[in-house]
């Protein structure tokens, strides 16, 4: 089931799937372009690195070309603060030739958290600079705010710490993003289960961004279709609207005149 | 000329500009971008751009990332 008629919209461009999908760990290239294909996600993930002469191989630029209908999304990791980062786009932007850039500052390797101040310096100046900004962010609901009226097509709240797996823990503070923002909300960082995907889709976030969760299973592609049934089931019941929570029994079944 | 490739030393016998450089080190053009000295030149000034003798050159190309 699609949702054609709810397409999300990033900067200027319509996308059909909502799940986003990283490209890093994957064991092979094959792998990954299996998961890509798998997941029908049309916005992937990539980072830069130095070019290395004795592993061509590394390059993706030559595989992921040959996906039709998918935006490449430069990413700005290695970058420890706001100048790193800006620069980091302009090659993203040069190689990618469009307009994406995931902004991700985190100079502390043990926790990977989001710089929350360089991020928005660096996200502020890209956005002024025609950039589709897409920056991933500590689950702060003012910074998040900030952040939009900054320019951003979107913010990416953290659900747990990069490749840890710990789920939705910051939902509550995600909840209060959604609830402000005029822009699309993506969940990116600390899913590990579709089912996850499907409650941050069922609390109001407009998209999902994976990449561990995928490339870390035992079978990355299965997974990949896995979350993007996710993600759907997710969506269309929020779309359907899910029912009044109540903290006694509401009986389904009539209750009086049996056998009087 | 002597440049700082990737924080590595790297002796350029080619004709000075970006465009030979990249050449040289047998990156691919459309799948590489640069900066020398910090600042990016863009793909479409690599044949013009000269390069001088200590110059750092950051060559680079994507890979997988989340």
Redesign the interface.
């Known amino acids: 089931m699609k949702n054609e008629k709810q397409p999300l919209l990033l900067g200027n461009r319509e996308f059909h799937s909502r799940l986003i999908l ?5 064991s092979d290239t094959k792998t ?1 372009i299996q998961a890509i294909e798998a997941s029908g996600t049309e916005l992937v ?7 290395n ?1 004795d592993k ?1 191989d ?5 595989p ?1 070309a040959e996906l039709k209908g998918v935006q ?1 999304m ?2 700005t ?1 290695g970058a420890m603060n706001a100048a790193e980062a800006v ?1 980091a786009a ?3 932007r ?3 030739g469009s307009s994406f850039v995931k902004v991700e500052i985190h100079p502390n390797p043990h926790h990977l958290m989001p710089d929350p101040i360089e991020t928005y310096a660096a996200a502020k100046e890209l956005a002024a600079d025609g950039f589709t900004v897409l920056p991933y962010i500590p689950a702060d609901p003012v910074l998040a705010k900030k952040l939009e009226d900054a320019g951003c097509a979107a913010v990416m709240p953290l659900g747990a710490a ?2 840890s797996g710990g789920g939705l823990s910051t939902a509550d503070m995600i909840k209060l993003i959604i609830r402000d923002s005029t822009i699309p909300v993506i969940v990116d ?1 600390g899913l590990r289960a579709p089912s996850e995907a499907a409650r941050a889709m069922e609390m109001g976030c407009d998209a999902v ?1 994976v ?2 969760a995928v490339a870390a299973a035992a079978n990355p592609a299965g997974m990949a279709q896995a979350f993007a049934l996710g993600v759907e089931t997710g969506f269309a019941a929020r779309q359907a609207g899910l029912m009044p929570k109540s903290d006694i029994a509401v009986a389904s079944s009539p209750l009086t005149s049996f056998l009087n | 000329m002597k440049l700082q490739v ?2 590595k030393e790297h002796e350029h016998t080619g004709d000075g500009t970006v465009a030979a450089l990249v050449h040289e ?4 053009p ?6 020398v000295n ?1 600042s ?1 030149i ?2 479409a000034e690599w044949t013009q751009a000269k390069l001088n003798d200590g110059d750092q050159v ?9």
Request: with cysteine; charged share 15%; hydrophobic share 35%.
């Open positions: 990283g490209t890093g760990k994957f990954m993930t990539v980072a830069l690195r130095r070019f002469p061509p590394d390059d993706l630029c030559t992921l490449l430069p990413n990791s620069r302009q090659l993203g040069e190689l990618s990069i490749g960082a961004l990449n561990s | 990737n924080g080190v047998g990156a691919t459309e799948h590489t971008a640069l900066t910090g990016v863009p793909s950051e060559i680079l190309t994507f890979v997988g990332g989340g």
